[in-house]
T-cell receptor
Framework: DTGVSQDPRHKITKRGQNVTFRCDPI?????LYWYRQTLGQGPEFLTY????????KSRLLSDRFSAERPKGSFSTLEIQRTEQGDSAMYLC????????????FGPGTRLTVL | AQSVTQLGSHVSVSEGALVLLRCNYS??????LFWYVQYPNQGLQLLLK??????LVKGINGFEAEFKKSETSFHLTKPSAHMSDAAEYFC?????????????FGTGTRLQVML
């Protein structure tokens, strides 16, 4: 068990460009979550997968954001036409299927939009 | 909807002193509550969680928290602070009423430990 990994750790892009982040969960976990954390705030829920199915999306997730988990393993989060307001830390977490199962977080991808 | 409030965005203690970080929650259902710690430029690490068993929950690194329903509180304590405890601490409540057990976090408390 190597924990949740995320790639890249840092991304600097210009406004209007598209970016894609990857998350590799703990291998036996079938739930995968994306959160966004802005400076001085706690993480905010974006979306959630159970296996390959995306079951819930926050209203924070505008139509410029899309997430996939094609084979129920790794997940990608794409942001199209980035805006300066998208600058944040994007955190991925994974867990088992129980209601009280711990969510284990990755190190995050810090996005800076210039 | 569930929510948490963390009182005090910054807390400073001397090394060896008691650490007390406050968290109050609001929940329409029996809550599941969590404390996470975040070191600079890192993800979140679970310290402890309350899932309706014992009200006094012991976690890693000497931390513990007590669930008090009457006060809607879940404060985090540690008897003796260490320099390595300096970090950001987040209280969270689980919203398990939908399809996912997504977490709602407080705004965090930055703990500073002074020599």
């Amino acid at each position: 068990d190597t924990g949740v990994s995320q790639d890249p750790r840092h991304k600097i892009t210009k406004r209007g460009q598209n970016v894609t982040f990857r998350c590799d969960p703990i291998s036996e976990h079938n739930r995968l979550y994306w959160y966004r954390q802005t400076l001085g705030q706690g993480p905010e829920f974006l979306t959630y997968f159970q296996n390959e199915a995306q079951l819930e999306k926050s209203r924070l997730l505008s139509d410029r954001f899309s997430a996939e988990r094609p084979k129920g393993s790794f997940s990608t989060l794409e942001i199209q036409r980035t805006e300066q307001g998208d600058s944040a830390m994007y955190l991925c977490a994974s867990s088992g299927a129980g209601l009280t199962d711990t969510q284990y977080f990755g190190p995050g991808t810090r996005l800076t939009v210039l | 909807a569930q929510s948490v409030t963390q009182l005090g965005s910054h807390v400073s203690v001397s090394e060896g002193a008691l650490v007390l970080l406050r968290c109050n929650y609001s929940s329409s259902v029996p809550p599941y509550l969590f404390w996470y710690v975040q070191y600079p430029n890192q993800g979140l690490q679970l310290l402890l969680k309350y899932t309706s068993a014992a009200t006094l929950v012991k976690g890693i690194n000497g931390f513990e928290a007590e669930f008090k329903k009457s006060e809607t509180s879940f404060h985090l304590t540690k008897p003796s602070a260490h320099m390595s405890d300096a970090a950001e601490y987040f209280c969270a409540v689980s919203d398990y009423t939908g399809t996912a057990s997504k977490l709602t976090f407080g705004t965090g408390t930055r703990l500073q430990v002074m020599l």
